[in-house]
Nanobody, 114 residues
Framework: VQLQASGGGLVQTGGSLRLSCAAS????????MGWYRQTPGEQRELVVD???????TYTDSAKGRFTISRDNTKNTVSLQMNSLKPEDTAVYYC?????????WGRGTLVTVSS
């Protein structure tokens, strides 16, 4: 299983970015997919995840600004990030978890300039 993340980049405060994560297999195999992020010296933290039935869990800092979507036909999960802040600067990692295994994509860097 491979997860290919894309969409990171440099944006100014208040701007938007859309991250995408494409899976090499049907995402119906996964119970949950989502995004974590990590800054230097810090632990990786959950940003948001979405379960197969569509239930989402957002970290408080992402609520109202970020939206996760899951496209079962395209085998992708996307993260629309609006009203970005400098503190959103991090490497963002896509992940997917099935009944027995979990998978991580390579990170994509998001930099928000002040």
């Amino acid at each position: 299983v491979q997860l290919q993340a894309s969409g990171g980049g440099l944006v100014q405060t208040g701007g938007s970015l859309r991250l995408s994560c494409a899976a090499s297999v049907s995402i119906l195999n996964f119970n949950v997919m989502g995004w974590y992020r990590q800054t230097p010296g810090e632990q990786r933290e959950l940003v948001v995840d979405v379960r197969r039935g569509g239930i989402t869990t957002y970290t408080d800092s992402a609520k109202g600004r970020f939206t996760i979507s899951r496209d079962n036909t395209k085998n992708t999960v996307s993260l629309q990030m609006n009203s970005l802040k400098p503190e959103d600067t991090a490497v963002y990692y896509c992940f997917a978890a099935g009944a027995l295994s979990s998978y991580w994509g390579r990170g994509t860097l998001v930099t928000v300039s002040s």
